[in-house]
T-cell receptor, first 117, second 113 residues
């Protein structure tokens, strides 16, 4: 159980175009979904926290107009990288959290490798 | 503010040797603590978690970790390393307050034959 999928697994796009990444919890409903960015050989950097039906909360320094997050349902969140540039190339990972008794446990997707040319 | 520090960005052990990956947290209130493993180009997989039920936590793949409040530590160990253990390991704290996690910098484990 607790499987999270991401689509696509890898994408190559041209500079100036937009790319949408989907994150789905396949066998459970997630209270909250998180989006992370990871550079090579580095840790995960939290970009934003997303709750179904409400606006995402972005971390300091993350451009909300560039990284659009939509949380349409308890099983689906999308991240759209708008007007992508080469510096947006990275590994993007989502997670879905389930809360019980005050503890929220995150289940991670397999990640999406974005390359902007 | 909470922080998580992993000592050693890279650890190398021989196959069959003890694995010890260090993690210290900084928090006025002991948080929930997690260890995750990440294989190349993949997401994170939960190895084990501390939720205050027991200080010695056993996880998957033979890993375990001990919570020591006096040392604010949550080090990860495995008695005998296997080649398949080679991966990146992340310690994280949090899990309450909506589930937000604070990650350590990560430790890359290499296993030599």
């Amino acid at each position: 159980g607790a499987v999270v999928s991401q689509h696509p697994s890898r994408v190559i796009c041209k500079s100036g175009t937009s790319v949408k990444i989907e994150c789905r919890s396949l066998d459970f409903q997630a209270t909250t979904m998180f989006w992370y960015r990871q550079f090579p050989k580095q840790s995960l950097m939290l970009m934003a926290t997303s709750n179904e039906g409400s606006k995402a909360t972005y971390e300091q320094g993350v451009e909300k107009d560039k990284f659009l997050i939509n949380h349409a349902s308890l099983t689906l969140s999308t991240l759209t990288v708008t007007s992508a540039h080469p510096e947006d190339s990275s590994f993007y990972i989502c997670s879905a959290a389930v809360g019980q008794g005050g503890l929220y446990e995150q289940y991670f997707g397999p990640g999406t490798r974005l390359t902007v040319t | 503010a909470q922080s998580v520090t992993q000592l050693g960005s890279h650890v190398s052990v021989s196959e069959g040797a003890l694995v010890l990956l260090r993690c210290n947290y900084s928090s006025s209130v002991p948080p929930y603590l997690f260890w995750y493993v990440q294989y190349p180009n993949q997401g994170l997989q939960l190895l084990l978690k501390y939720t205050s039920a027991a200080t010695l936590v056993k996880g998957i793949n033979g890993f375990e970790a001990e919570f020591k409040k006096s040392e604010t530590s949550f080090h990860l160990t495995k008695p005998s390393a296997h080649m398949s253990d080679a991966a990146e390991y992340f310690c994280a704290a949090g899990g309450n307050q909506g589930g937000k996690l604070i990650f350590g910098q990560g430790t890359e484990l290499s296993v030599k034959p």
